[in-house]
C-alpha cells in the first residue's frame, strides 16, 4: 500500500513536469522516463510519457537516443497504439549514416517485432543487411532483426529473398555475421523447402 502511494505521488509529479514545463533539460527528460520504465517494471501502469521516449528517439544526441530505443523497447509491444508513431523515427535512423545509431534502431525493431514493423521496415533492414560498407556489427544485427521480423510475419520477408541473396551472404567473411546469416537461412529454407 505504501509503495502505491508513492508511486502514485510520483507519477503525479512526473505528469506535472511533463506538462508544465516544455523546456526540460535533456538530463532531466531522461531522468523522468528512466523513472517511468522502473515504474512500468515494477507493474504499474503507465499510461503517458510515450510522446518523450520518442523525442529521446528523434534527438540527436546518443546518450538520449539510447535512453528512448531501451525505454521503448520495454515498455511497448507489437500491438501498441504508440508503435505507428516511433516508425519514423527508427526509419530515419536504420536509412541515416550513423552505424551506432542503425544498431539502437535494429535492437529496438528484433525486441518490438511485429507486423507493423515488419510491413515498415522489412525493405530497409535488408538493404543493411546486404550493404558490404557496413561493419560487421551492423549487419549483425540486421540479420537477426530480419529473423525475428520472419519468425513473426514470414510473408513480408520471403517474397523479395531469392537465390542471389543467400548467395551473396554466403559468401560473408565475418563469422559473426555469417552465424547470424545462416540462423536467417535455415527459417527461410525450413519454411518453405521448394527449390
Request: with cysteine; net charge positive.
Amino acid at each position: 500500500e505504501a509503495e502505491r502511494v508513492r508511486v502514485d505521488k510520483e507519477l503525479a509529479n512526473i505528469r506535472i513536469k511533463f506538462k508544465a514545463e516544455k523546456n526540460l533539460s535533456a538530463y532531466d527528460k531522461k531522468k523522468y522516463v528512466w523513472k517511468l520504465l522502473y515504474i512500468y517494471m515494477l507493474g504499474y501502469d503507465v499510461e503517458f510519457g510515450h510522446m518523450e521516449a520518442l523525442s529521446l528517439i528523434s534527438s540527436p544526441k546518443y546518450a538520449e537516443k539510447q535512453v528512448g530505443y531501451i525505454v521503448t523497447s520495454v515498455m511497448i509491444n507489437e500491438g501498441h497504439e504508440f508503435l505507428r508513431l516511433v516508425i519514423n523515427s527508427i526509419r530515419n535512423d536504420l536509412i541515416g549514416r550513423n552505424e551506432t545509431y542503425q544498431c539502437l534502431a535494429l535492437t529496438c525493431v528484433a525486441n518490438v517485432g511485429g507486423k507493423e514493423f515488419a510491413e515498415a521496415l522489412a525493405v530497409d533492414v535488408q538493404k543493411l543487411l546486404m550493404s558490404s560498407t557496413l561493419r560487421p556489427i551492423v549487419r549483425k544485427k540486421a540479420a537477426l532483426c530480419l529473423l525475428r521480423l520472419f519468425r513473426k510475419n514470414p510473408e513480408f520477408i520471403q517474397d523479395s529473398w531469392g537465390s542471389e541473396q543467400m548467395c551473396y551472404l554466403l559468401d560473408e567473411r565475418d563469422l559473426g555475421v555469417l552465424t547470424a546469416v545462416m540462423s536467417l537461412l535455415v527459417s527461410l529454407v525450413a519454411l518453405d523447402p521448394a527449390p
